[in-house]
């Protein structure tokens, strides 16, 4: 019972800070981009691992922005 109280107030509190979150997302998601190319400039050893976690992460933020629905019934099941 308490674990649905908790659940529901951080629900409230984090609805009105959505939009803060993703533009915070999106920076943090270009910030990886130019970091990546930056690596790249400076002669480093690209790394395939992070290149695919930050294109999995700039495209579920891409789908919770296009879809916001969509995709929290996705995670819903």
């Known amino acids: 019972m308490f674990l649905a109280a908790g659940s529901a107030g951080a629900a409230a509190f984090l609805r009105d800070l959505r939009p803060y979150l993703m ?3 999106v920076a943090l998601i270009c910030f990886g981009f130019w970091q990546a190319s ?3 400039r400076c002669g480093a050893k690209p790394n ?3 290149h695919m976690l930050l294109w999995i992460a700039a495209f579920f933020v891409g789908l919770s922005l296009l879809f916001p629905q969509a995709f ?3 995670l819903a099941g």
């Open 38 to 40: 930056r690596a790249k």
């Open 23 to 25: 533009v915070l997302s």
């Open 48 to 50: 395939y691992a992070s």
């Open 72 to 74: 929290a019934d996705l």
